[in-house]
T-cell receptor, first 114, second 114 residues
Framework: AQTVTQSQPEMSVQEAETVTLSCTYD???????LFWYKQPPSRQMILVIR??????QNATENRFSVNFQKAAKSFSLKISDSQLGDAAMYFC???????????FGKGTKLTVNP | DAGVTQSPTHLIKTRGQQVTLRCSPI?????VSWYQQVLGQGPQFIFQ???????GRGNFPDRFSARQFPNYSSELNVNALLLGDSALYLC?????????????FGEGSRLTVL
């Protein structure tokens, strides 16, 4: 079975600062994808960043980057230069390659303080 | 282009009743998935449909059923509602082919069972 664990129910960061959200996972598959999804208070969940397990290079999307430690099964999200609009629930998710069945963690609520 | 649309946005039912939730995917998307998000938890996979065929089913009782129509829209039905069925039901779509892992979510249908 695939599992995703987010151990930080809540995090806060000052505007313009950097914050790191943690995620660990477990899977027996060798072909899998990892994701960070953002769910703002309006509820529509959007993809923040994606990492293919076979790629050693960490994914980066503008201010968002990941630290993918495959052996440790760790997948953290770093948000640089935090903005008020980054405030949301952040979900780490995992799927087997080719499958649309995502397994989500419980989420981390990020607050950005002005 | 319109995103994933879901209806109704909110509804209240009583125990034992039946509910139908509807979803229209992004134009050109042939795959629709349904997720249940209980308050304070991450979404849980219920079903995936692609080209009108069920491609995946999560660990939900037979009271939950779904179907996909020729225009790729989808319905989720829940019979004999229980209090525990109270949740946000999310629909997500994807192209369904050359899948890269990104799902596009709707804003959800908030179901309250009294």
């Amino acid at each position: 079975a695939q599992t995703v664990t987010q151990s930080q129910p809540e995090m806060s960061v000052q505007e313009a600062e950097t914050v790191t959200l943690s995620c660990t996972y477990d899977t027996s598959e060798s072909d899998y994808y990892l994701f960070w999804y953002k769910q703002p208070p309006s509820r529509q969940m959007i993809l923040v960043i994606r990492q293919e397990a076979y790629k050693q290079q960490n994914a980066t999307e503008n201010r968002f980057s990941v630290n993918f430690q495959k052996a440790a099964k760790s997948f953290s999200l770093k948000i640089s230069d935090s903005q008020l609009g980054d405030a949301a629930m952040y979900f780490c998710a995992l799927t087997q390659g080719g499958s649309e069945k995502l397994v989500f963690g419980k989420g981390t609520k990020l607050t950005v303080n002005p | 282009d319109a995103g994933v649309t879901q209806s109704p946005t909110h509804l209240i039912k009583t125990r034992g009743q039946q509910v139908t939730l509807r979803c229209s995917p992004i134009s050109g998307h042939k795959s629709v998935s349904w997720y249940q998000q209980v308050l304070g938890q991450g979404p849980q996979f219920i079903f995936q449909y692609y080209e009108k065929e069920e491609r995946g089913r999560g660990n939900f009782p037979d009271r939950f059923s779904a179907r996909q129509f020729p225009n790729y829209s989808s319905e989720l039905n829940v019979n004999a509602l229980l209090l525990g069925d109270s949740a946000l039901y999310l629909c997500a779509s994807s192209p369904g082919t050359f899948y890269t892992g990104e799902l596009f979510f709707g804003e959800g249908s908030r179901l309250t069972v009294l």
